[in-house]
């Protein structure tokens, strides 16, 4: 095992405080790299050392050769690519593996298999992990497209080959909408991730999305963290998860778990990444995709099981066999995910940008808090909306739904606009509670978006203190 002196974390925003925390909590220390629209950004105060990287706001950290370079120059031993921007790209540790820098993550190889969704559906078939029905490969024309769709029957996705974050996703119910969002889709995949190519496959109606968390180590070794429940979602985009899922059964968790450890060693897999499904109605599961990264949310797994992924993570990257056993995972309790997005709801979820003119976090017991803003930060347009997590843990479902409604009632984000007062209607909803949800929840609740301002937090001083002045008759 090789220890660290030093990591780059090639990333931004909250997940590279993240991993700053758990480098931090193994004695290792960190490099973090900004662009300029992110000189004052958490992440570049919290690292030991930080560097500009250009140009533009966005391309610097896209830029595999100049990242590599800056290891390499600042002695690091390794990378962490966090989630998005490089994590899913191949050749980063290829770059990693030339110069000499440990790539902290799976192989290029592995990520190459399972980034493409056609290669990796038929990589499950082959070793017996339940797949969708749909098209063998790419479709290459609209009268390819309406047979398949004809033969596997309405409705039906359309999907980017190379996709992923709900990008390229069409639905379409009969013959002229599939014709119609062809183009579409296959424009959007373009523009996302340089691959034009689309597939086509059968639409579930009414799924769970449920996840598994895998760790894998350079010896053979699999376990998994057991499931997330990721269905709470606007435009195929995740905004509320929870571990574990409401819905499996002890028989379910355990065959969805072992088609897990199948999938990742049908890929040779090491390190941390999430096998996706989706549940329908009856109970069928079926594989969807794999992540060869750290997810957004999984915090919610880390309350439950009580293991610290990313430092699993870094430690599998030095060479650390696991020493966690299937048996050992229990998970304990529940746990919930909001992703806080600078966003408008009762506008179709446009972003928000701007300076934050007030931030007031909740605290307390079972609240934890990842976050990438404060008070006087300006939001920018270049990147994902997602500003902080609120993830809360409790005892049982009820206790958990209960602090997160507390929790989102405390928490203030002022200048710009949040998803904070739309998921607080969520988690008060009679059905969410009583778990009668799934991934059109949202789509079918236009009621959802009929929710309460926030409370200007000025105003909750002034009443606290009035309180405090009758009650001591100042």
Known sequence: MKQFKKVLIANRGEIASRVIRACKELGIKTVAIYAEADA??????????????????ISGYLNINRIVDLAVNTGADAIHPGYGFLSENPKLPEVCEKRGVVFIGPSSKSIAMMGDKIESKRLMRSVGVPVVEGSEGGVSSEEEAIDIANKIKYPVM????????GKGIRICYNDAELIKNLSLSRSEAEKAFGNP?????????????????????????IV???ERDCSIQRRHQKLIEIAPSLILTEEMR????????????????????TIEYIVDRSGNYYFMEMNTRIQVEHSVTEIVTGIDIVGEQIQIAMGKELDIKQEDVSMRGYALE????????????????????????????????DGAVYKDYTIQPFYD??????????????????????????????????????????????????GNFDTNFIEERPDLKDYKPQRDPFDRILAISAAISAYYGI
């Open 40 to 57: 004052y950004a958490l992440h570049v105060k919290k690292a030991d050392e930080a560097y500009l990287v250009g140009p533009g706001p």
């Open 158 to 165: 359309i999907k980017a080959s190379a996709g992923g974050g």
């Open 197 to 221: 190519e689309v597939f086509i496959e059968k639409y579930i109606e009414k799924p769970h999305h449920i996840e598994f968390q895998i760790l894998a180590d350079n010896y053979g070794n």
């Open 224 to 226: 998994h963290l057991g």
């Open 254 to 273: 355990q065959k969805m778990g072992e088609s897990s450890i199948k999938a990742a060693k049908a890929c040779d897999y090491r390190n941390a990444g």
């Open 338 to 369: 909001c992703r806080i997005n600078a966003e408008n709801p009762r506008k179709d979820f446009a972003p928000s940008t701007g300076k934050i003119t007030a931030y007031y976090s909740p605290g307390g017991i079972g609240v934890r808090i």
């Open 385 to 434: 909306s997602m500003i902080a997590k609120l993830t809360v843990g409790g005892r049982t479902w009820e206790e958990t739904v209960r602090r997160a409604q507390r929790a989102l009632d405390e928490f203030v984000i002022k200048g710009v606009r949040t998803t904070i007062p739309f998921q607080l209607k969520i988690v008060q909803d009679k059905e969410f509670i009583k």
